[in-house]
């Protein structure tokens, strides 16, 4: 799919599985940690749908887990609101730090049973695990980012699943996994991709302190690691599955909080590269995690006034980078479909959903074969697999580690 001569043949499979959803995070619990229930999750889902100014509808939601918190194996009431609300769910079962999946895969067949296809229709895909491969490599271990699991636990888990689902509604559904970028060109990790149909990237240049991650530099560091993972992901999709910039919080390395940057980010990543050009589940629309002391919430209680102004610029200031240069006679060639078809989705209502779907869809996965074609050629993919791990000073003092908490 990613080189333009093979993506004739694979055109019908890339416009139905490429839809570029716009959606943010959900964790099972509140900034104070106390449970979500079914109507925390729909006054959710319902702000995320009204956003102000947004460049597209944000009607899909990614779910860490499938169990409702304070309980062991009841189906996450995020269900109901996503039924409720029609909101498109990417699923998430949680995988480290167990041996067994059973309470996910449980509470998620009773969530199927008590809504059927209400329930399966809105489920766009599922990662077994998240941030797992991150927590347990070097970086993370130096991070103490807390448990997580090896490649071959994950493609167990992943196995596990997919029997258990095989003749379920949700057979079809895409199988991904979740991990920070610099996971992906990890050669040891390949089990992990080649058992998946889409991987997901999470990605927060904030942390990358010693490269220069002042939010200027931002948008560059964005795309340096984001090729990455797609040259990386072969053949696979790429969803990103976190990115954001907090509007408070410590200054990291050059990186400094605060909700003009997070507006900047937003646009020279957002807008410039994700936007309706990729399957995207920004961090985030409200914190969950009472422990990271970086919030992210682009909203204040629910607003559907976010903090800064979410309308995307029609300029940008972050260069065209080298491996993004054929991408990026791309994208703006299509940035004016993606354009118009944002704008008929901010009128809203049943047109929009189809509307976006097909054009931006289809939009959205020219441009990122094309992006891919740049980035796996030989010399630049050499180049990539050569300068890796070494050069990885990243950190990732993630949210993610604590999630479930
Ligand atoms: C590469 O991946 C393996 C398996 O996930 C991990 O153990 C190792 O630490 C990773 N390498 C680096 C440099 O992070
Ligand atoms: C949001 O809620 C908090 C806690 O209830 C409150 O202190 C704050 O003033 C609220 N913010 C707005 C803009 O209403
Ligand atoms: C928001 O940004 C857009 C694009 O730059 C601009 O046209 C619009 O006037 C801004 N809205 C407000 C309320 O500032």
Redesign the pocket.
Known sequence: MRISTTLAASAVAAVASAENYLGFNSGNKKADDTAKFASDFEAEFTTAQNLN?APGVFNAVRLYTNIQAYSTADPIQAFEAAVKTKTKVLLGIWTSGTDSIDNEINALKAGLDQHGSELADLIIGISIGSEDLYRNSATGVANKAGVGADPDVIVNFINVYKKAFADSLIANVPVGHVDTWDVWPNATNKAVIDAVDWIGVDEYPYYENGKGNDIKNAGTLFDKAYDQAVAAAGDKQVWLTETGWPYTGETWDEAVASVENAKYYWDEVGCRRLFNQAPTFWYNLRDSNSANEMKFAITDNLSTEARF??????TFDTPTSASASASGSASTAFSSATASSGSASSTGGASTTSGSSGSSGSSGSSSSSAAGSSSTSPGTSGAISGQGFSAISAVFALAAAVYML
Request: net charge neutral; with cysteine; hydrophobic share 15%.
């Open positions: 100014g102004n979410l309308t995307c610029p029609t």
